[in-house]
Structures are given as C-alpha cells and as structure tokens.
C-alpha cells in the first residue's frame, strides 16, 4: 500500500427532509448571502427549489439564483455566474441538483477570487488556493461531486471537457442527501448514474498497487451492494431504501476513500469525456460503453485485475484469468444491458465516431499518455474506441 493523506471535511446530511437543513448548515458556516444554483426544470417541478429558498429566507439568509445549468456543463454560465456573485457579493453558493449542477457552482466559486481567467486552473495553469464554499443538495446520485474535490467543465471553444482536481479546496461544505428527491429522475438518467459511480468504483480498483485489501474489500462490496440495489430502484423508483442504497453508494464512490493507498486508473472517464464533449451523451452511459471496451482492451497483456474482478463482483468461477476476466467483462456488459443502458456505440447514438478526432483532443487534453492500471498512448486508445465501436 501506498502512503496517502485523506482528507474529507464535507458535512454529509442524510434521510427524508435532509434539504429543510440548508438553511441551518448555511447559518452555521456564517454566510448571509448566498448563489443558489440549479439545473433545467427538474427542480422546480417538483418544488424542491421553493422549499430551499423558504428555508433560506425562513431565518434571514438572501440569495441570488443562477438557474439554466446543462448536462455536461459549459464555461459561459461560469463566467455568467463569476460576474453575478462579484457584483452582488455572495459569501457562499448552494448548488441544487447534480453533478452538472455542482460543478458549475464550484467552478464559480474558484473564478470568483481570482484575477484571472478560472479557465487557468482547468487547463493546469494555476492552482486553486482559494475559493468560496459550495453547500449542496443532491438530485441524482450519479457523478459524486457532492463529496469530491472535482469540477468538470467544457470550454466552448474547441469543446475541451476538463476535469480539474483539487485536495480539499472544492469539496463541498456539506451536503444534504435525501433518497426522496431522486423519484422524480428518468430511468435513464437513474441507470446512468449507476454506472458513472460504479465506474468511479472500478477506476480505483484497477490498480497496478498491491497489498490492498483493505480498498479492495470496499471496492468489491460496493459494487456487490449497488448491482443488488440496482434493479429494485429501476423496478420500483419510489422503493425508499434501495434509492438510500444507491444514494449513499454514489459518494462513497467517488469521496475518495476507495482511492487510498492506491493508485487509480481514469483511463476510462478521459475516453467517455470525449465522447460527451464530442457528441453531448449523458456521462454515465458513455461510460457503459467505453468502460467494457478499456476491460478487453487491457485483459489481453494484463487479465490479473479484471478477473479479480470478475471473481469478486460477478461469481465468476473460472479458474484461468483470461477467461475469468472475459467473462467478467460479460457479466458487467449484461448487467448494463439489464438497466437499460446502451452497451455499443450506435446504441449510444454515435454510428460512426471519428475515432482520430477524438483521440486527438483526448490527448491535447490529457496528455502523451493516460491510465494508472496500464499506461496508453494514442494507438492503444484509438483501438479501444474501435473495440467500443465494433462491439
Ligand atoms: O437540469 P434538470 O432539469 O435538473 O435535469 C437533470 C438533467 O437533465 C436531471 N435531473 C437531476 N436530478 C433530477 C433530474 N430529473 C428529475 N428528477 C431529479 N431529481 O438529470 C439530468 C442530468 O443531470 P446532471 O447534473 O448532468 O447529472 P450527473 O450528476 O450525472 O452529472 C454529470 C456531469 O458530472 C460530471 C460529468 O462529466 C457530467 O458533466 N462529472 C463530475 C465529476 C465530479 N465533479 O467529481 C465526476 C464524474 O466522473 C463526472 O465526470
Ligand atoms: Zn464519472
């Protein structure tokens, strides 16, 4: 095991009526007036935002909204977002909804202190040091922003999906999490979470790291405890504690603690980044896609750790770890299937991907070469993007 630093100084407020705490966790932290920001409609309808601003202003906290925030975000409502929150001088945002959602408060709050461009610390230029805190109620669970350090952006111009990455300096203040907000949610957007935290799982799992037992275990029953819940919340979308399973699963797969003592691979969510970039599909099922496709890729020069997970998460039997890892691979794709998540390229709506292209911004992006697990330069990703295309 590798040494590690493990910091989460994120309030994690869970169960039925977790957002009615925002307007006390914000009093708490000191801040008077704050961003509230939010996605397309989904908020609203169901009344969620209304019940948040009640709270706020229940007990004398003002706010200012920033409402509009798309799936796979952009840097111009950032930039919208930095001149609002400067002009009016908010203390604090509040994101509610998901990843999209956070992301964009958080890309805010780092803009808002700096004389610069925020574009600087997703292109590696600078390092956050300072930003406002970001209190958060959770929507989806899905892309565990709520309790990670990270922001993903896409700039516009050149349409550069960056994901920047910071210790502590962007982990959320708190985070309300309450199973019931996430009834509401499309199967498809439910299914897509799923794998995107099921993926953030598997990123750390795949690791070149020995004597990890410890993250091992936790990567395994995760995965074990999220495909057993899966199915029940795609059944039943009002079943209370199969969503409080996936909830809380959703954090504890990307807050970090999978992650310690190890190193993580990513070479997957840099390859689905294009994708989203490229052609606007939803992260997670991008991911159902791309992720099978790095597993068979990888299990021709190095099986040992995909049929470790084979055996682990899926029961796979065989003893030969080409074909325990084959297998593994089956069993995972099937169960995408099973939840209605598309498992080739063209039922991702992309027939015919322009493999050069995406793995010539995949490397402008990230560099020469990506993946902690096994280390790919730009003929090993162009053959998984062909792998995923023929599938
Ligand atoms: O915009 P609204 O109307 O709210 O609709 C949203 C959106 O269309 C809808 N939705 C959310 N909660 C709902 C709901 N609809 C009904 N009922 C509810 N309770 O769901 C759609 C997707 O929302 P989005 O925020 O985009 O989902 P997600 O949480 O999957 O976030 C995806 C983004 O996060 C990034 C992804 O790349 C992508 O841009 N990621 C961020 C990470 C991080 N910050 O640590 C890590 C991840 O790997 C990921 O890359
Ligand atoms: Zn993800």
């Known amino acids: ?40 409609n989904s908020a609203i309808r169901s009344g969620l935002l209304d019940r948040v601003k009640d709270s706020l202003g229940s007990i004398g906290i003002s706010f200012i909204e920033l409402g509009g925030i798309k799936p796979n975000p952009t840097d111009d409502k950032v930039y919208e977002g930095i001149e609002l929150a400067r002009k009016e001088r908010i203390d604090a945002l509040i994101a509610v909804g998901g990843g999209s959602v956070i992301d964009t408060a958080k890309a805010i709050a780092c803009g808002v202190p700096y004389d610069g461009d925020f574009w600087d610390f997703y292109a590696g230029k600078k390092t956050v040091t300072e930003a406002l805190p970001v209190g958060v109620v959770l929507t989806i669970p899905a892309a565990g922003s709520e309790g990670s350090g990270n922001s993903v952006i896409t700039r516009i111009d050149g349409l550069h999906k960056i994901s920047l990455r910071t210790e502590s300096a962007l982990r959320p203040r708190f985070a309300c999490l309450n199973p019931e907000l996430t009834y509401t949610l499309p199967p498809y957007q439910t299914a897509s979470g799923i794998a995107d935290m099921m993926v953030h799982i598997m990123e750390r ?26 199915p029940k919340v795609m059944a039943e979308p009002d079943n209370y504690d199969a969503r409080a399973n996936i909830m809380w699963s959703g954090t504890l797969a990307h807050n970090g603690v999978c992650g ?52 682990s998460v899926f029961d796979i039997k065989a003893t030969d770890d080409m074909t325990a890892a084959l297998e593994g691979i089956e069993a995972l794709r099937a169960f995408f299937n099973s939840i209605g998540l598309p498992i080739s390229m063209t039922a991702l709506g992309i027939d015919n991907p322009d493999i050069p292209l995406l793995v010539r911004k995949l490397h402008e992006n990230k560099g020469e070469r990506i993946g902690g697990y096994m280390s790919l330069g730009a003929a090993e990703t162009a053959e998984i993007y062909r792998i995923a295309t023929d599938f």
Request: charged share 20%; hydrophobic share 40%; aromatic share 12%.
């Open 1 to 40: 095991m590798e040494n590690f630093t493990f910091y989460t100084p994120t309030k994690y407020v869970f169960g039925r009526g977790a957002e009615c705490k925002v307007a006390e966790l914000s009093s708490q932290a000191g801040w008077k007036h704050v961003m509230i920001v939010y996605g397309g």
């Open 205 to 230: 799992y795949f690791t070149p790291t020995s004597e990890v037992e410890v993250t091992d275990r936790l990567c395994e029953g995760l995965l074990k405890a999220i495909i057993a819940e899966a």
């Open 260 to 311: 310690c003592g190890r190193r993580e691979d990513w070479s997957s969510h840099f390859l689905e980044h294009e994708l989203s970039a490229v052609y606007g599909v939803t992260h997670g099922a991008g991911l159902a896609v791309v992720t099978p496709a790095w597993m068979t890729f990888v299990a021709r020069t190095n099986p040992s750790k995909i049929a470790q997970f084979g055996r």
